[in-house]
């Protein structure tokens, strides 16, 4: 199939995102950060958090931010019209997959598909090295300079925005493009952003999350409390993690969920900020709450960074203090998130955005960093 008549190049909106754990969050922030009108959505979710509990039979402790059945950020995010294409009908339609990418951000669609990092440079540590399916985010292209623009864990790993030659990108892609032994290289996933839909904000959505997360209330989805720790108990799993790690030294540290909590208290201090810019904080509350908050992400960065340590030089002393650390944060976030719950709890629990900005003309952007 041709693809459609286009300018030489298109670049879809990205906004580096405020979550770089895993891509699923990355992605879908980048698109939606763009729009002041779904921060609000945002900042009623990203609170409540989970992770597997067993680190000792080979799984992965895998931790992650809450949606409903453990879903898909996608898939919970209103402000996203998501579509799935089995890959054997777009093989029957295009001869080259760029045709197809082309014809995509051209509707404004943004891609999500899978590639082989081994062919791509950008995969500094992969490339030519290391076959490895990973899934990229993919949204502009340029004709004349024969690229297309994705974001992915590239250089050193860190979630980033860069250019794919048009040759890399399909040996990427058609090495995958036979392999359906797992779920998600079945299909591609094309997102775009749902500029009619209209989000209610309540603050009462945020004092819920905020209670389930210290465990106040029990809400019908913590069923699986044997295998899933949620809220506040994540850091539990965490130090029994560290201690495991302790006691088998030749066992590989699983970094994500000790970043996921980082990510966690660095969206909380965008969420203090949004609330002041609304005005619901005073600007001396949200400087308490700030000051306070700033200190326990600080606190787990260096947490993070004393681990990535151990992951590069093998050396496990540095163990210990990251378990100091996490003995000593969850006390003092439950002080500070209690305060910042009572205090919710003294003001009108069905403020809403809208009568605020009619317009939805929110004054909060989220800063970069």
């Given at each position: 199939?041709?693809?459609?008549?286009?300018?030489?190049?298109?670049?879809?909106?990205?906004?580096?995102p405020p979550i770089t754990t895993y891509t699923h969050h990355s992605n879908l922030l980048s698109i939606i950060c763009n729009y002041k009108e779904s921060l609000s959505w945002l900042f009623s979710n990203y609170i409540q958090i989970?992770?597997?509990?067993?680190?000792?039979?080979?799984?992965?402790?895998?931790?992650?931010?809450?949606?409903?059945?453990?879903?898909?950020?996608?898939?919970?995010?209103?402000?996203?019209?998501?579509?799935?294409?089995?890959?054997?009908?777009?093989?029957?339609?295009?001869?080259?997959?760029?045709?197809?990418?082309?014809?995509?951000?051209?509707?404004?669609?943004?891609?999500?598909?899978?590639?082989?990092?081994?062919?791509?440079?950008?995969y500094e540590k992969l490339y030519h090295n290391i076959h490895h399916k990973h899934d990229l985010f993919v949204f502009g292209y340029d004709v004349k300079k024969k690229v297309v623009y994705a974001a992915d864990f590239f250089y050193?790993?860190?979630?980033?925005?860069?250019?794919?030659?048009?040759?890399?990108?399909?040996?990427?892609?058609?090495?995958?493009?036979?392999?359906?032994?797992?779920e998600y290289l079945k299909h591609i996933k094309l997102f775009r952003f749902n500029d009619e839909y209209n989000y209610e904000f309540y603050i009462d959505s945020i004092v819920k999350y905020i209670q389930e997360y210290l465990l106040?209330?029990?809400?019908?989805?913590?069923?699986?409390?044997?295998?899933?720790?949620?809220?506040?108990?994540?850091?539990?799993?965490?130090?029994?993690?560290?201690?495991?790690?302790?006691?088998?030294?030749?066992?590989?540290?699983?970094?994500?969920?000790?970043?996921?909590?980082?990510?966690?208290?660095?969206?909380?201090?965008?969420?203090?900020?949004?609330?002041?810019?609304?005005?619901?904080?005073?600007?001396?509350?949200?400087?308490?709450?700030?000051?306070?908050?700033?200190?326990?992400?600080?606190?787990?960065?260096?947490?993070?960074?004393?681990?990535?340590?151990?992951?590069?030089?093998?050396?496990?002393?540095?163990?210990?203090?990251?378990?100091?650390?996490?003995?000593?944060?969850?006390?003092?976030?439950?002080?500070?998130?209690?305060?910042?719950?009572?205090?919710?709890?003294?003001?009108?629990?069905?403020?809403?955005?809208?009568?605020?900005?009619?317009?939805?003309?929110?004054?909060?952007?989220?800063?970069?960093?």
């Amino acid at each position: 199939m041709a693809m459609q008549e286009s300018s030489i190049n298109k670049k879809l909106s990205v906004s580096y995102p405020p979550i770089t754990t895993y891509t699923h969050h990355s992605n879908l922030l980048s698109i939606i950060c763009n729009y002041k009108e779904s921060l609000s959505w945002l900042f009623s979710n990203y609170i409540q958090i989970f992770i597997y509990k067993d680190f000792s039979k080979g799984k992965w402790g895998w931790g992650d931010f809450y949606f409903s059945n453990l879903g898909h950020p996608f898939e919970a995010c209103p402000w996203i019209d998501e579509l799935r294409i089995s890959k054997e009908i777009i093989n029957s339609k295009y001869v080259d997959v760029i045709d197809f990418i082309i014809d995509c951000i051209n509707s404004n669609y943004y891609v999500n598909l899978m590639a082989n990092a081994y062919f791509i440079k950008a995969y500094e540590k992969l490339y030519h090295n290391i076959h490895h399916k990973h899934d990229l985010f993919v949204f502009g292209y340029d004709v004349k300079k024969k690229v297309v623009y994705a974001a992915d864990f590239f250089y050193k790993s860190k979630y980033e925005y860069g250019p794919i030659s048009f040759a890399e990108f399909k040996e990427a892609f058609t090495s995958c493009a036979e392999d359906k032994s797992w779920e998600y290289l079945k299909h591609i996933k094309l997102f775009r952003f749902n500029d009619e839909y209209n989000y209610e904000f309540y603050i009462d959505s945020i004092v819920k999350y905020i209670q389930e997360y210290l465990l106040i209330t029990e809400p019908s989805y913590m069923y699986n409390k044997s295998h899933v720790a949620y809220g506040l108990n994540y850091y539990d799993v965490l130090k029994k993690n560290l201690s495991y790690h302790h006691a088998v030294r030749n066992s590989d540290l699983f970094i994500p969920p000790f970043h996921l909590i980082y990510d966690h208290k660095r969206i909380m201090l965008s969420r203090l900020e949004f609330l002041n810019s609304i005005e619901y904080l005073s600007l001396t509350e949200f400087q308490n709450f700030h000051d306070k908050y700033s200190n326990i992400t600080f606190e787990l960065e260096s947490m993070r960074n004393l681990l990535m340590k151990v992951i590069i030089t093998k050396n496990t002393d540095y163990l210990d203090k990251a378990i100091n650390i996490l003995e000593k944060v969850p006390s003092q976030e439950k002080k500070v998130l209690t305060e910042i719950l009572d205090l919710l709890l003294q003001r009108p629990l069905y403020f809403t955005t809208k009568q605020l900005f009619p317009e939805h003309n929110y004054p909060y952007t989220i800063k970069k960093d």
